[in-house]
Nanobody, 122 residues
Framework: HVQLVESGGVSVPPGGSMTLSCTPSGYTTRTNCMGWFRQAPGKQREGVATIDPYGISRYAASLSGRFVVSRDNAKMTLFLQMNGLKPEDTAMYYC?????????????????WGQGTQVTVS
């Protein structure tokens, strides 16, 4: 049974920072691409960042370099460091993993999803 468990979502004031983590169980992520997505109320899910097994990352253009995605392959853990948070960053953030090594922000390409962790900026 594959599970992706996100953690680290909290409420912070604008300009604050936080780091989200994602830990898989029942699944090996060392050779797979992983990503972060978010969904705000009333909006579609959007890709935030993705990172392949070699550490090559891609980001949504709207983030303007405020977020950094990383992974610890030994611990099979995914991270998202978020800086300069804005109220528009408020959303449920999801971790996802996909078969294959090519990074993509297309949510339809991902095979496994976590339950999400709430990030609130206000």
């Amino acid at each position: 049974h594959v599970q992706l468990v996100e953690s680290g979502g909290v409420s912070v004031p604008p300009g604050g920072s936080m780091t989200l983590s994602c830990t898989p169980s029942g699944y090996t992520t060392r050779t797979n691409c992983m990503g972060w997505f978010r969904q705000a109320p009333g909006k579609q899910r959007e890709g935030v960042a993705t990172i392949d097994p070699y550490g090559i990352s891609r980001y949504a253009a709207s983030l303007s370099g405020r977020f950094v995605v990383s992974r610890d392959n030994a611990k099979m853990t995914l991270f998202l460091q978020m800086n300069g948070l804005k109220p528009e960053d408020t959303a449920m953030y999801y971790c996802a993993a996909r078969f294959g090594i090519i990074g993509t922000l297309d949510s339809g390409k991902y095979n496994y999803w976590g339950q999400g962790t709430q990030v609130t900026v206000s």
